[in-house]
């Protein structure tokens, strides 16, 4: 006769009762006893599994909180904001308390968020966590109106838009802006083939053009204020043939026009933002990389630059599949 079984969380099918009785007490208060009762990890000793080495970077990733932010023009704007916070992590040390990062942000979530708001939050968490280093990043879709080029409709163009703060041991604070704006090239050869064709045998023909993105990432120098709108004020004078928005025919009309007037290759396109942000004394420094998403090919055309600061920015850049637009 086979031994009824027992199971520990489900009633099995022969009537018998689990082990473990499962249920939430929701009468439970909690007290200052009981609370001072709980287990804490950073208190177990010997239980760092694997080396026994500093870490450079923990903390959490992705958590969002609507943040307020301040346009150029002074409006205050209420955007979903994703929050990267992470520290160093000294050796023989367990873990953090990730909690108090999150707590940080909530304890300024009336504020008015600027890059110089992070140094006072990357400071009060480094002394909370007890780290030699701290970085925070918050990243949002930044709204702008655009007015279309001939009808005067406008629309709102969104951006992606990260601010970044980096604070060391020393407590030297740097600032960060990452800027994502989208354009449409048109290839300078296929504009030139296309002609030829229509001269030299009355064909018609297309020039091919794709929509692109470039992505800057900016140093904000020690003291100095750039708004997002000044970074997609210099991304536009660079660029010029932006996306569009609202779009009437005229409107269609005048950006084809646009497109033959400001042909070009992705090398063409770094280095018009280079120029560009070089001449901002407010950017210490910078890193641009573009992506052109042929229409031509089954691949794109990517190119990358950097000011070329002595142990600033590098080219070190590889991820263009985060370029698709």
């Not at 023009?73 to 873990?95: P, Q, W």
Request: include cysteine; aromatic fraction near 8%; glycine fraction near 6%.
């Amino acid at each position: 006769m086979s031994k009824k079984k027992t199971m520990y969380l489900h009633r099995t099918a022969a009537g018998e009762t689990p082990r473990i009785t499962r249920r939430y007490d929701h009468a439970f208060k909690l007290t200052p006893e009981y609370h001072a009762s709980l287990p804490d990890m950073m208190e177990a000793v010997g239980a760092i599994p694997g080396a026994d080495v500093p870490i450079q970077q923990v903390g959490v990733s992705n958590f969002r909180l609507p943040l307020k932010f301040k346009t150029k023009a002074g409006a205050i704007l209420t955007l979903e904001t994703a929050v990267t916070g992470t520290v160093s992590l000294e050796a023989s040390l367990k873990g953090i308390n990730m909690s108090r990062i999150v707590r940080s942000f909530y304890e300024h979530q009336d504020d008015v968020f600027t890059l110089d708001l992070l140094k006072k939050i990357l400071g009060k968490y480094q002394k909370k966590v007890v780290a030699l280093n701290a970085r925070v990043k918050l990243a949002f879709s930044y709204p702008m109106i655009q007015r279309a080029l001939r009808s005067g409709l406008e629309g709102h163009q969104f951006y992606n838009v990260s601010f970044e703060g980096v604070i060391d041991a020393a407590g030297v604070f740097r600032k960060f802006i990452e800027f994502d704006f989208v354009y449409s090239s048109a290839c300078p050869c296929s504009a030139e083939l296309s002609e030829h064709a229509r001269d030299v045998r009355d064909a018609y023909a297309i020039p091919h053009n794709q929509r692109s993105k470039a992505r800057v990432k900016i140093e904000v120098a020690p003291g100095a204020r750039l708004s997002i709108e000044d970074v997609q004020a210099h991304l536009l004078r660079a660029l010029v043939t932006e996306t569009q928005v609202m779009v009437k025919r005229e409107d269609e009309q005048a950006f084809a026009e646009l497109n033959g007037a400001h042909i070009k290759f992705v090398e063409d396109a770094a280095r018009l933002v280079y120029a560009e942000l070089a001449k901002d004394k407010r950017i210490a420094d910078f890193q641009v990389a573009c992506s052109h998403l042929e229409s031509l090919h089954s691949h794109d055309a990517v190119s990358v630059i950097c000011k070329g600061v002595k142990g600033g920015f590098t080219a070190d850049f590889s991820d263009f599949r985060s370029l698709v637009c």
